[in-house]
């Protein structure tokens, strides 16, 4: 590798740090003008928002992820697996941990990497807020091993009631989501729909109705905090149609192998629990080399996405705390803020190469999105900007769609992100509806 180079080393390969190693990949790279390096800890990408879908086994990770490897050939960044553990800022390197392999077996060993823009873009993870039991007894989305995990041990319960022998015990099918965000909103809707669907392909002694109940626990005194209330009492009317309890204005304080207890002392029994109240950064940040972070472990950044006391270092997505307007709010951790940012910093690092000074990034909201399995979509469009259009059906199922289109053609141009879409609804054709191993 050539030492005179620029070297932008970029960490996290997700939403935001693969769209930017994508596209300064193809302006710097192809030319040799830079040296493009993205490090992620996985081998494979598979866009976040499908991760409930995973979870629920509607969608199969190996159909939608991304060989970083191939991504890097094809785009001409170079990747390199390795999980980031601290910064040497003195020395301008990033300090990778060992990587083993699944036996325990080191595979490569520690090393650091030099930059001379470095880009930060490691996401988030679920935020437990220290709450006891939470770590121990639940299951998280963070991860697309993570959801895989969620959807083999639903399966195996419904396996095991299925077979047992003896009458299947109240409760032993029941289910836990703990945030009633997008996030448990969807999940709640797909596994009601997936335990329907199982009981259609042969686990047949199982009668979802009867045998599972679905739980939505929420802090808040509503569901969807995020979206206008009009919406969120449609989703709330949808999921108790479907049969969901929703449970609204119960903080948790413990969750216990047997079931979730709130302040008020009620215990919600359920066999399965998950998770997604709320994100932080990975605690690996906090204070990172003298780095400003906040509470969440986020990168303090500036209007234009610098740390607040690093020129040289950038930060995106989940992981940065990027002021939102003058109330001190920041950006929300969210897919479209991690594409805008992406697209901003990659505008603004080739400016810098040129000489000119970095652009600002202002976080343009284009609404939310909630979609509830094959039951209905409900969301607004353009909050914020002009006054927010509500969108429910068909219309807010295909703007839903195309917000993942808009992810795939940054990563492969329009026509391969058709071809993929057109090649994925023909396999939808030959495949079980949903993952049953
Ligand atoms: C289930 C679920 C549903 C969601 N639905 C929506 C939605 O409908 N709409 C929406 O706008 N947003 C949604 N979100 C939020 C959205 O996914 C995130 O805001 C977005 O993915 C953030 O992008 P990012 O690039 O910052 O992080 P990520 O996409 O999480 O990527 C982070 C990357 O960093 C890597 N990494 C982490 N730590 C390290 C390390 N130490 N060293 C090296 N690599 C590391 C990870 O492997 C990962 O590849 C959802 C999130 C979840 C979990």
């Given at each position: 590798m050539d030492q005179a180079r620029h070297q932008i080393v970029i960490v996290g390969g997700g939403s935001a740090g693969l769209e930017l190693a994508t596209t300064l990949g193809r302006k710097l790279g192809k030319k040799k003008l830079a040296d493009v390096i993205l490090i992620d800890a996985s081998r494979t990408h598979i866009w976040k928002p499908l991760l409930h879908e995973v979870a629920a086994g509607t969608l199969d990770s190996a159909e939608d992820e991304l060989e970083y490897l191939a991504q890097a050939r094809w785009c001409n960044f170079r990747y390199r697996l390795g999980r980031m553990t601290g910064l040497d800022r003195e020395r301008q390197e990033v300090c990778l941990a060992p990587t083993l392999n699944e036996e325990g077996v080191e595979i490569i060993p520690e090393r650091r990497f030099h930059y001379d823009t470095l880009v930060m873009a490691v996401g988030s993870l679920s935020n437990d807020?220290?709450?006891?039991g939470v770590k121990q007894n639940c299951l998280f989305l963070d991860t697309t091993a993570q959801a895989e995990r969620f959807q083999r041990k639903l399966l195996d319960c419904m396996l095991k009631a299925h077979t047992q022998g003896t009458p299947i015990v109240q409760g032993q099918l029941d289910l836990a989501i703990v945030g009633a965000g997008a996030t448990g909103v969807e999940l709640a809707a797909q596994i009601h729909h997936v335990t329907r669907k199982l009981a259609n392909y042969?686990?047949?002694?199982?009668?979802p109705d009867k045998h599972i109940r679905l739980h939505l626990i929420e802090a808040?005194?509503?569901?969807?905090?995020?979206?206008p209330e009009r919406l969120s009492q449609a989703a709330e009317r949808e999921l108790v149609r479907l049969g969901v309890t929703v449970h609204v204005n119960q903080r948790v304080v413990e969750i216990s192998k047997a079931g979730v207890i709130t302040i008020e002392g009620k215990i919600i029994p359920a066999a399965m629990k998950v998770w997604a109240a709320g994100i932080k950064a990975p605690?690996?940040?906090?204070?990172i080399a003298g780095l400003e972070t906040n509470r969440l472990n986020q990168l303090v950044v500036t209007q234009n996405l610098q740390t607040t006391r690093d020129a040289r270092i950038f930060a995106i997505g989940d992981c940065a705390a990027c002021?939102?307007?003058?109330?001190g709010k920041t950006v929300p951790p969210r897919a479209q803020a991690a594409h805008q940012e992406a697209s901003t910093l990659a505008r603004t690092i080739l400016r810098q190469l040129k000489g000119l000074p970095p652009l600002d990034y202002h976080y343009r909201d284009y609404g939310s999105l909630v979609a509830m399995g094959h039951y209905s979509t409900v969301g607004n469009l353009?909050?914020?900007?002009?006054r927010s259009m509500m969108v429910s059906g068909l219309t807010a199922r295909f703007v839903y769609l195309y917000l993942y289109k808009m992810h795939q053609a940054a990563l492969y141009g329009w026509p391969r992100a058709i071809l993929i879409t057109l090649l994925r609804f023909l396999r939808r054709g030959v495949d079980p509806q949903i993952k049953l191993h």
């Open positions: 807020f220290g709450i006891r042969g686990l047949d002694t199982i009668d808040g005194p509503r569901i969807l905090p995020a979206l605690d690996f940040l906090k204070d002021p939102l307007d003058d109330t353009m909050g914020g900007l002009m």
